[in-house]
């Protein structure tokens, strides 16, 4: 009789099982469910005993919360299929794809109130030309893959390859671009320096080309990865310690900033939002910056600017472990004080820099 192996795959890097014939991932609740369905076609049964198979299997995460779609992977996840057709929306640096042109213009009206077509009425070859030139714009080719076939983490995720050929010149670029560069350009000395290196073992402590581009990989290096992860957690309100009122604080000040700054979006007019969404000062920008549509969202969006926030925070104040040895600029000292105006009240001394 088939065991659980004989249908599904653990993907350790990811942490989750991929059903070998569908080639899509199963949540291990729902194996058996998948089993019994109209593919596999397998008694309840027979079912539940490879559920029970599954469930021992070590490193699978078990429930949506637990799982992140990446934005992009540079190598394709073997164990899916990898799907050359994809669309790519480049509005707004949005990233969205999908593998339907028709669905990528319904996702343009939808979420950026953006259309190919730039007036009503009039036809003929000028017009569709138009029509066609703005939608090459604002749209980009990619490979793309997907973990789930339906709800949660269905969406469909670019895989930069890194021996695609670079398909823009060098004129007119937008910030979105200059970033897409840079990131080949990350990742293909990334993939070099990988097949360049082979005998060295644990490719896990080869550091992430973005962290890289960042300039930070000589500040974060000797410190313990524990204590750094530790770092950026969210504040404990229940702990003791004066420092974690104080990160506490931190974290929902900036989570309180991010609902403010979400509320004036909300509120400002469209010639704003347009000036809003700016990164560069001669930048054109297809659509305004749009509030979320579900305002909940922002409070749960903005979590990576309090984990960056609360990194400074924590490692600013007086620690057994070792911090980076970063310094802050002039105008970065001058924000500073007040957290430090808090620490000193708790009666700790500051550790000499
Ligand atoms: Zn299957
Ligand atoms: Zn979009």
Redesign the pocket.
């Known amino acids: 009789m088939e065991r659980a192996d004989f249908f599904f795959e653990h993907v350790p890097n990811w942490q989750i099982i991929v059903c070998k014939q569908c080639r899509y991932a199963v949540w291990p609740s729902e194996v058996a469910a998948h089993l019994t369905n109209k593919q596999h076609s397998r008694t309840q049964k027979f079912a539940n005993n490879i559920r029970e198979e599954v469930e021992q299997w070590q490193g699978v995460i078990q429930y949506p919360s637990g799982f992140d779609v990446p934005a992009f992977v540079a190598e394709p996840v073997q164990e899916l299929p990898l799907f050359d057709d994809g669309w790519q ?1 480049r ?2 640096q ?3 794809i999908t593998r339907e042109t028709k669905a990528l213009k319904k ?2 009206r939808i ?2 109130g953006w259309s190919v077509q730039q007036s009503r009425g009039g036809s003929g070859p000028a017009k569709q030309e138009a029509a066609q030139r703005r939608f090459e714009e604002a749209s980009k080719r990619v490979k793309c893959q997907r973990f789930f076939r339906s709800r949660a983490h269905s969406q469909y995720f670019e895989v930069k390859v890194a021996d695609d050929e670079p398909n823009d010149t060098q004129n007119g670029r937008g910030g979105a671009e200059i970033w897409e560069m840079a990131w080949e350009a990350a990742s293909a000395s990334y993939e070099q320096k990988k097949k360049c290196d082979i005998i060295r073992p644990g490719e896990s402590d080869e550091v992430n080309p973005w962290l890289r581009r960042t300039g930070w990989v000589p500040y974060l290096t000797g410190c313990p990865q524990g204590d750094l992860l530790a770092a950026i957690r969210r504040p404990d309100e229940h702990a003791e310690e004066r420092e974690e009122g104080v990160a506490g604080v931190v974290w929902n000040a900036v989570g309180d900033m991010a609902v403010m700054a979400e509320s004036g979006v909300r509120r400002g007019g469209v010639m704003l939002r347009f000036e809003a969404i700016r990164t560069e000062i001669d930048q054109v920008r297809y659509a305004p910056l749009e509030p979320y549509r579900e305002r909940e969202r922002v409070r749960k969006e903005c979590q990576p600017w309090q984990q960056m926030v609360i990194f400074f925070v924590r490692t600013q104040q007086d620690n057994t472990w070792q911090t980076p040895p970063y310094g802050f600029n002039n105008r970065q000292k001058k924000s500073v004080p007040a957290i430090d105006g808090g620490r000193k009240a708790g009666g700790r001394p500051k550790r000499g820099r």
Do not use: G
């Open positions: 929306c509005l707004d949005c990233a969205y996702h343009w979420e950026h």
